[in-house]
């Protein structure tokens, strides 16, 4: 089981120094969420986030784009950000070549417009042994 969704913008890193733009991009996250979310919250089980920054120049830098999303979909997603127990991010240009074929369509969607955007997948975490 899992959730996933596209945000359709160029993330805001944590480091940012407009303070403001931050708590902007995190509401965005969050009703991007709710647009699309229609399950029960996840609780008492651990889980697995991935994220894949697509960009077109000057990429922010993934570690930096992990926590504002992992912040914005509590209580929307999961009712505590201490549930994420595995954190996959990535970073694409968009001018780079892609197997379309093996996409979920937000990921699709998100390659084929063209525009920097954050794919985003909430999963169940798996057991260690099946990461190494």
């Known amino acids: 089981m899992y959730f996933d969704f596209l945000i359709p913008k160029r993330p805001v890193s944590l480091q940012t120094k407009k303070r403001e733009n931050l708590q902007k991009w995190k509401r965005y996250v969050q009703a991007e969420a709710e647009t699309t979310w229609t399950g029960s919250i996840f609780s008492g089980t651990d889980l697995h986030l991935t994220l894949i920054y697509l960009y077109n120049s000057d990429p922010v830098d993934t570690d930096n784009i992990i926590k504002p999303i992992q912040d914005a979909l509590i209580g929307i997603v999961y009712d505590d950000d201490l549930l994420i127990a595995d ?9 780079g070549t892609f197997d379309l074929t093996r996409c979920p369509i937000p990921l699709f969607q998100g390659i084929t417009s063209g525009l920097e955007c954050v794919y985003v997948r909430v999963s169940e975490s798996k057991p260690l042994e099946d990461y190494l």
């Open 87 to 95: 954190v996959d991010s990535h970073r694409r240009s968009l001018s």
